[in-house]
C-alpha cells in the first residue's frame, strides 16, 4: 500500500488514533530567581518606605511624651469637639450614601431608561473634580452673595460655617463608594433571581429584601467600610465649607492641621493616630471579611 506523503499544514501531526509526543509545560514566566527577588525586594522597601514607616513615624510621634500626654491632648475640649462632630458627620452621611448607592445601583444594574449612561457619569463626577473645588461649589451655592445666601439667613438657616454644610460636602465626595461598589457586582448577577421571585407572587420590596440584598451584602458592605473611611477623613471640601471654628466647626482632620500649625505635635499626632486607626481597623475588618466569607463572596460574584 502506497504512503501518501504528507505535506503543508499537515506535516508533523500525529496519524488519527495514535499518541502524539507529549510536550512539555511551558512555564508563565521565565524571569530567574534572582529577578524574582530583586522585584520583590523592591516591593517590599517601597511599602516599607511609602506605606509602614510614615504609620509607625505618628504612633512614635504621638507617645513621644509619654502616654499621659498622650491621652491628655485626647482628652482637651477642642479634640473632644472635633471627635464628636466627625462621628455626626459620617452617622449623616454614611446612611444617606447607603441609600443612593443602593437606589443608584438597582437602577443601573437592574433596568434599562433613557439617561443611564449619564447617571453613571454624575455618579464618577465626585473622583473627577477636586475636593476643594466641591466645598467652593456650595459656597458660591449657599454664601452670602449667593442667590440663596440671602433668604437662607433671613429665615435663619446656616448652611455654611455650619454642621449642614460639612454633611452636605461630605456627601458629595463620598457618596461614588457605595455605588460603584455595587453597580458591577449587580450587572454580573443580572436580573434571573428577581424575575423568578416575581413571577413566583413576590412584590418589589420582598424581592428586594429577599432575594436582591442578600446577593450583595458583601459588596454592600465594603462600600460602606470605605465611604466611612472617607467621611472620616475628608479634608478639602470640609476645610471650605466649615470656617475654621475652633471647637465647633472643626473635624478630626481640620483639628490636626491646628495643633501642627501650633507646634502642639503630641497633640496633633495623637488625634492622627486615630484616624490612622480607623484606617487599620477597615483594613483588617475587610480581610477578616475576605477570610472568613471567601468562598461565599466568590459564589455570589460568579452566580
Given at each position: 500500500?502506497?504512503?501518501?506523503?504528507?505535506?503543508?499544514?499537515?506535516?508533523?501531526?500525529?496519524?488519527?488514533?495514535?499518541?502524539?509526543?507529549?510536550?512539555?509545560?511551558?512555564?508563565?514566566?521565565?524571569?530567574?530567581?534572582?529577578?524574582?527577588?530583586?522585584?520583590?525586594?523592591?516591593?517590599?522597601?517601597?511599602?516599607?518606605?511609602?506605606?509602614?514607616?510614615?504609620?509607625?513615624?505618628?504612633?512614635?510621634?504621638?507617645?513621644?511624651?509619654?502616654?499621659?500626654?498622650?491621652?491628655?491632648?485626647?482628652?482637651?475640649?477642642?479634640?473632644?469637639?472635633?471627635?464628636?462632630?466627625?462621628?455626626?458627620?459620617?452617622?449623616?452621611?454614611?446612611?444617606?450614601?447607603?441609600?443612593?448607592?443602593?437606589?443608584?445601583?438597582?437602577?443601573?444594574?437592574?433596568?434599562?431608561?433613557?439617561?443611564?449612561?449619564?447617571?453613571?457619569?454624575?455618579?464618577?463626577?465626585?473622583?473627577?473634580?477636586?475636593?476643594?473645588?466641591?466645598?467652593?461649589?456650595?459656597?458660591?451655592?449657599?454664601?452670602?452673595?449667593?442667590?440663596?445666601?440671602?433668604?437662607?439667613?433671613?429665615?435663619?438657616?446656616?448652611?455654611?460655617?455650619?454642621?449642614?454644610?460639612?454633611?452636605?460636602?461630605?456627601?458629595?465626595?463620598?457618596?461614588?463608594?457605595?455605588?460603584?461598589?455595587?453597580?458591577?457586582?449587580?450587572?454580573?448577577?443580572?436580573?434571573?433571581?428577581?424575575?423568578?421571585?416575581?413571577?413566583?407572587?413576590?412584590?418589589?420590596?420582598?424581592?428586594?429584601?429577599?432575594?436582591?440584598?442578600?446577593?450583595?451584602?458583601?459588596?454592600?458592605?465594603?462600600?460602606?467600610?470605605?465611604?466611612?473611611?472617607?467621611?472620616?477623613?475628608?479634608?478639602?471640601?470640609?476645610?471650605?465649607?466649615?470656617?475654621?471654628?475652633?471647637?465647633?466647626?472643626?473635624?478630626?482632620?481640620?483639628?490636626?492641621?491646628?495643633l501642627y500649625n501650633e507646634y502642639n505635635f503630641v497633640?496633633?499626632?495623637?488625634?492622627?493616630?486615630?484616624?490612622?486607626?480607623?484606617?487599620?481597623?477597615?483594613?483588617?475588618?475587610?480581610?477578616?471579611?475576605?477570610?472568613?466569607?471567601?468562598?461565599?463572596?466568590?459564589?455570589?460574584?460568579?452566580?
Amino acid at each position: 500500500m502506497a504512503v501518501e506523503a504528507l505535506s503543508g499544514p499537515l506535516r508533523g501531526r500525529p496519524r488519527a488514533g495514535t499518541v502524539g509526543p507529549v510536550s512539555r509545560p511551558v512555564r508563565a514566566t521565565t524571569e530567574t530567581t534572582a529577578t524574582k527577588a530583586v522585584l520583590i525586594g523592591v516591593a517590599l522597601i517601597f511599602m516599607a518606605l511609602f506605606l509602614i514607616l510614615p504609620l509607625v513615624s505618628v504612633f512614635v510621634e504621638a507617645f513621644r511624651k509619654g502616654g499621659g500626654a498622650f491621652f491628655e491632648a485626647l482628652a482637651e475640649p477642642d479634640t473632644l469637639s472635633a471627635i464628636r462632630l466627625t462621628l455626626t458627620v459620617a452617622a449623616i452621611a454614611v446612611p444617606c450614601n447607603l441609600v443612593f448607592g443602593i437606589a443608584a445601583a438597582w437602577a443601573i444594574a437592574k433596568f434599562e431608561f433613557k439617561g443611564k449612561a449619564f447617571l453613571t457619569t454624575l455618579i464618577d463626577l465626585p473622583f473627577s473634580v477636586s475636593p476643594v473645588i466641591s466645598g467652593l461649589v456650595y459656597v458660591l451655592l449657599f454664601g452670602a452673595g449667593s442667590v440663596l445666601g440671602p433668604w437662607l439667613k433671613s429665615h435663619g438657616i446656616e448652611i455654611l460655617f455650619a454642621v449642614p454644610g460639612i454633611v452636605l460636602a461630605t456627601i458629595f465626595v463620598t457618596f461614588p463608594f457605595v455605588a460603584r461598589e455595587l453597580i458591577p457586582l449587580m450587572q454580573e448577577q443580572g436580573t434571573g433571581d428577581e424575575e423568578a421571585a416575581i413571577s413566583l407572587g413576590a412584590s418589589g420590596w420582598q424581592t428586594f429584601w429577599y432575594v436582591t440584598l442578600p446577593n450583595i451584602k458583601w459588596g454592600l458592605l465594603y462600600g460602606v467600610l470605605l465611604c466611612n473611611a472617607r467621611a472620616m477623613g475628608e479634608f478639602g471640601a470640609v476645610s471650605v465649607v466649615s470656617g475654621h471654628i475652633r471647637g465647633l466647626t472643626n473635624t478630626m482632620p481640620l483639628h490636626v492641621e491646628i495643633l501642627y500649625n501650633e507646634y502642639n505635635f503630641v497633640g496633633a499626632f495623637a488625634v492622627s493616630t486615630l484616624l490612622a486607626a480607623l484606617a487599620l481597623v477597615t483594613l483588617v475588618l475587610k480581610s477578616i471579611l475576605e477570610y472568613r466569607y471567601g468562598d461565599e463572596i466568590a459564589a455570589t460574584a460568579k452566580h
